[in-house]
């Protein structure tokens, strides 16, 4: 009996055993089945019931028998938990209607800490963030809105405080909207393809970006709209649990046209690009719009690095934090003439940066 006992007891913490987990949630009168690994967070577990319900992970309060308040730590790891098929888990929470209302009310994330380069490698390299990223590509489909291009680089761009200020109110969101982002938009279209990834909804993303006109804009083409289901958690030895933007996602997607070396990724939390801190380039925040929208000119600079490293071969290799200082000139001088359209753009370029430092004493960077 004790033997059975022991048996028993020993399947329940066996690997096949803990590498999934089928659980049942009920909400508003129905009852969802929800599929997790033991070793991922209720974070995660969070992400799989808004798949199903649209109800965002920081709307939910999640109940569950003998429990208590441990499922509202969205770090905890589930296989610590004593979780079983046979009981149903109760989640608490409203699908947002006014989704623009939401974005102002919800609390602002800022990039308060640094994680050194030690880490980071750690981070990106541990088997458990590899293992989590793997899932997300086998759960997650992308849709694209348009093909991609053979030859183009990609551009993977967020939304709160790189495109768009969400925190500040206005009677049209045009009046929040990055200046020169269309201008941008359309320069970087000529080399890249661009897709939009937001850390909220998607249905905040279509709403936002539809707004803004970006969606519907002939000069260029968005490639393809990603929300915060595609993000993985991971978590730092000295910064605790948190979301990021995995590239390997996009790149397993689509392997014949986007890849580690053509591959750039601008947001304002540095964080993000912890699986890929190569492809990261930290923008700075366009906050206080109707203060600063008349001398913000962040995208018109970051237009001319993009061009600028358009034509190499391995973008991942620049330290994108040095992006202001980056030398255009010693770049052009390298680079061998590839066609007439590049010899004539990059050759009439060359000769305004010597005229203007020999006329003026400058460099226009």
């Keep these: ?5 022991a048996g028993a007891s020993s399947s329940l913490t066996s690997p096949a055993t803990e590498e999934e987990l089928t659980l049942t949630v009920k909400w508003a009168g129905k009852e969802y089945t ?15 019931i808004c798949q199903l319900t649209n109800v965002l992970p920081k709307r939910q309060k999640l109940l569950y028998p003998k429990i208590g308040s441990k499922l509202s730590d969205d770090s905890l790891i589930l296989s610590t938990l004593p979780l079983k098929s046979s009981l149903k888990m109760t989640m608490i929470g409203t699908v947002e209607d006014d989704i ?5 009310d919800s609390p602002e994330i800022v990039d308060d800490f640094e994680i050194g380069q030690d880490e980071v490698v750690d981070i990106k390299d541990k088997e458990v963030n590899k293992q989590k990223l793997k899932r997300r590509i086998d759960q997650y489909k992308i849709e694209l809105r348009n093909p991609c291009r053979k030859g183009k680089k990609l551009l993977v761009l967020d939304i709160d405080y790189t495109l768009f200020d969400h925190r500040s109110t206005a009677e049209n969101s045009l009046q929040l909207m990055r200046p020169y982002l269309h201008e941008f938009l359309t320069a970087a279209y000529a080399e890249y393809d661009i897709i939009i990834w937001s850390a909220t909804s998607m249905k905040w993303v279509e709403l936002k970006m539809g707004q803004l006109g970006v969606l519907s804009n ?3 083409k968005i490639t393809a709209l990603l929300d915060h289901l595609a993000m993985i958690t991971v978590q730092s030895d000295s910064r605790g649990i948190f979301d990021c933007k995995p590239l390997g996602l996009i790149w397993a997607h689509f392997p014949e046209f986007y890849n580690a070396k053509n591959t750039i990724m601008f947001d304002d939390l540095r964080r993000n690009f912890v699986m890929n801190p190569q492809n990261g380039l930290t923008i700075k925040p366009f906050r206080k719009a109707h203060e600063n929208r008349d001398t913000d000119r962040e995208l018109v600079k970051l237009t001319q690095y993009l061009l600028a490293i358009a034509d190499l071969d391995d973008i991942s290799v620049l330290d994108h934090k040095k992006w202001e200082s980056y030398d255009e000139v010693a770049n052009i001088k390298r680079r061998p003439f590839k066609d007439p359209i590049w010899d004539a753009r990059h050759f009439f370029m060359f000769l305004n940066y010597y005229y203007s430092y020999y006329q003026y004493g400058i460099s226009l960077k």
């Design 1 to 5: 009996m004790a033997a059975a006992a």
């Design 218 to 220: 002939p000069n260029y």
């Design 100 to 104: 623009i209302v939401d974005q102002v």
């Design 34 to 48: 929800v599929r997790v690994c033991a070793d991922d967070s209720v974070a995660e577990l969070k992400r799989r």
